[in-house]
């Protein structure tokens, strides 16, 4: 399940992360922001028997790069989850293809660090942007998510079709869970489906929602979706 970030303004109504994440990393709140979304995710853990209970796996938090880099992270992340103790292997931090090539040394010390506690990560959105292939694969990812772009390119022809092939097996034999991202319509699930994703998400299986519509969906999918 992928913690998703929504900003409903008194004055201006529904303000979409388009919009109000550019202007948070620009004025250093997107610190404030990711740390909120980690309390907030770690909360329902510790508040649900999600996967007895709801049939979720794992829960994915988006980081952005300011806060991986920041020297604050770890000391953060560590007061998190004391005061929280949740099960490591629920958890999956999310980082986008983009940001992951900024400040690998970084990147990767803190990202082996957090592996010693179980965490895994996830490179999100691969394929929307223009990442350096060696600078990502040296990272230590256990999950790709393919961004839905390579999927609608291989509607476009057998050459794209190849080329998002190849992409998948590639990080299959890296050792890399596969999942699909951005599938909208039956249409797309057949086209990945023979391809043998580890999972496939999209708007197909469920929208975004907030979680007092999401416990009562989950428990009448009676387990359907284990995401």
Known sequence: MVVL???QCPEFGFVSPGEFIPIAE???LILRIDELVMRRSFEFLNRHNVREDLGISTIEV????AEFINQGFYDRFIQIYEHYRVDPDLVIFEITETAATISCEV???YMEILNKFGI???LDDFGKGYANLTQVVNLPFSIVKLDRSLLVGKYEGEKNGIVFE???NMF???GMAIVVEGVESLEDVNQVIDLNPNYIQG???AKPMPENELIPFLKKANNKFYC
Do not use: C, P, Q, V
């Open 120 to 122: 895994k990560f996830a």
């Open 62 to 65: 988006n980081l952005s790069a």
């Open 5 to 7: 970030l929504r900003f």
């Open 107 to 109: 990147m990767i010390e």
């Open 26 to 28: 620009r004025t250093g």
């Open 166 to 168: 190849d992409i998948m």
């Open 203 to 205: 708007f197909y299986y």
């Open 172 to 174: 299959k034999r890296l």
